[in-house]
Every structure is written in C-alpha cells, then in structure tokens.
C-alpha cells in the first residue's frame, strides 16, 4: 500500500538548519509529484512547496531562499531543506502525494526552533 514516512526532525537553535526526508513506498514514486506542508500549534496545516517527478522545485514565497525542496527517485526520496530556522517555523512538517484522487500524507516529523 502507499506510505510515505518523514524524518530528520527535531529540536534546532534559530539560525540552524536541518534536512527533513519523506521515502515513499507502494508506488511508481517517479511519476508522482510530492508536496510539503506543515502544521504549527493552533494553526491549519500549510503548503511550503512541491517537487515534479522530473525534479522541477516550486516553493511559496514565505519560505523561498530559506527552504528547498528535492527529491532522490532512485531512492524513492524525497527532501526538505530548511536553513536559517526560526521560531516562528516550529511545525510539524508532513509530505503529501496525490494518487487517483486520493491524498496520501505521511505521519510527520516535528520541528522545534528554540534557543
């Protein structure tokens, strides 16, 4: 069956970086374009970006130059930079893919930016 299971998370001083990964299963991963989204307390859940079975990267204005988003189809991998962290990205980070019209989201891995 489809899963998908993120990584990489955990406690960062502001201005740290961390990489985040979502290895997918269950499907032709190549084919599929993959999202990024997170979720921070009391907040609804937010788009952060999306990567092409081809690797072609788009990522929102709020976090493009801090965040980049790739992906390893050799390893039915996916990849999520975060760089110069801030408070305010404390979330917990999911990745998503849609497939038949039915979304599939992994289960997140939480960051926490704190000093």
């Known amino acids: 069956q489809v899963q998908l299971v993120e990584s990489g998370g955990g406690l960062v001083q502001p201005g740290g970086s961390l990489r985040l990964t979502c290895v997918a299963s269950?499907?032709?991963?190549?084919?599929?374009?993959l999202n990024w989204y997170r979720q921070a307390p009391g907040k609804e859940r937010e788009f952060l970006g999306s990567?092409?079975?081809?690797?072609?990267?788009h990522h929102v204005d709020s976090v493009k130059g801090r965040f980049t988003i790739s992906r390893d189809n050799t390893k039915s991998s996916a990849y999520l930079d975060l760089n110069s962290l801030k408070p305010e990205d404390t979330a917990v980070y999911y990745c998503?893919?849609?497939?038949?019209?039915?979304?599939?989201w992994g289960q997140g891995t939480q960051v926490t930016v704190s000093s």
């Open positions: 998503k893919i849609d497939r038949l019209g039915v979304p599939y």
């Open positions: 269950g499907f032709n991963f190549n084919g599929y374009l």
């Open positions: 990567i092409t079975g081809t690797g072609h990267a």
